[in-house]
């Protein structure tokens, strides 16, 4: 596998859910805007040979090289680390592991039944990070997931896929900063995520961050069909370092809701 081809697989199976995004493209492409990527973030249960080190591996095979980095979000009992390539063009790989044993009893039992349905050998397919959703999970078992963690859930509705890819703004030619594009796709008729102001993080953090509010589409839940969150598309700013060099890390606030 190419890189082209694992980023263009990422994006389709992440359009598929999330729907907005590409229409974002198409309009930023209209205006004659290149999109690039700053990063991709995948999510997952922090359990041996599915964990963060398992979606690692693919992009590892490709060149992508782990970062020292750690980023922890005890609220959310969730760890993150991120991975970058040598060619500054492709996107960061940002990967958060929710910590199992950190729920409760009830949570970690509904994951254990996930978990089972595994076939073998799963944790090692090399399109682990599009595979879907590989288990069957009933409606009143995604509620009880969602009650104590969104985390939790959404990985129990959509397995392993992409959840957010996240424009460059500083790539973008048309607009001059986060606040333009915002109001660009609000006048397009987009609604954006506004919990804790529509702008997270700040020129202070070297990182500023906006995102659309999640699309919602139908999932199967043991027959049932209901709609729930996707997934949104996301808009960094980053901003230089007292060194000239541009931050390259991320702001675990913004990144980890
Ligand atoms: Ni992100």
């Known amino acids: ?7 263009d697989a990422l994006w389709r199976d992440y359009v598929a859910i999330t729907p907005q995004a590409e229409r974002i493209q198409r309009l930023l492409a209209a205006r004659g805007e290149r999109v690039i990527n700053d990063h991709v973030a995948l999510r997952t249960y922090g359990l041996p040979g599915i964990g ?33 390539h040598d060619n500054p063009a492709l996107p960061k790989v940002f990967i958060s592991e929710l910590c199992v044993e950190e729920l409760s009893v009830a949570a970690n039992l509904i994951i254990e039944r996930l978990v089972l349905q595994l076939p073998p050998g799963f944790g090692e397919r090399p399109d682990l990070a599009w ?4 288990w069957r999970v009933r409606r009143a078992e995604y509620e009880s997931l969602l009650f104590e963690s969104e985390l939790a859930a959404w990985i129990a509705a959509f397995g392993f896929r992409v959840n957010h890819f996240t424009v460059l703004v500083n790539a973008l030619t048309t607009f001059p900063d986060l606040e333009s594009l915002d109001a ?14 529509a702008i997270r993080g700040s020129r202070a953090h070297h990182y500023e ?30 901003y230089a370092l007292a060194s000239g060099e541009l931050f390259e890390g991320f702001y675990a606030v913004s990144e980890l809701k």
């Open 1 to 7: 596998m190419t890189i082209d081809e694992l980023l």
């Open 52 to 84: 963060i080190a398992a979606l690692a591996k693919p992009f590892e095979a490709l060149g992508w090289r782990e970062q020292p980095q750690r980023y922890q979000f005890e609220d959310k009992k969730l760890l993150a680390r991120y991975w970058k």
């Open 131 to 134: 595979a879907g959703r590989p």
């Open 184 to 197: 660009f796709l609000i006048d397009h008729g987009f609604m954006l995520d506004d919990a804790g102001g």
């Open 209 to 238: 961050q906006s995102a659309t509010r999640a699309d919602s589409i139908a999932i199967d839940f043991a027959g049932e069909t209901h709609r729930v969150p996707s997934g949104y598309y996301e808009f960094v700013r980053r």
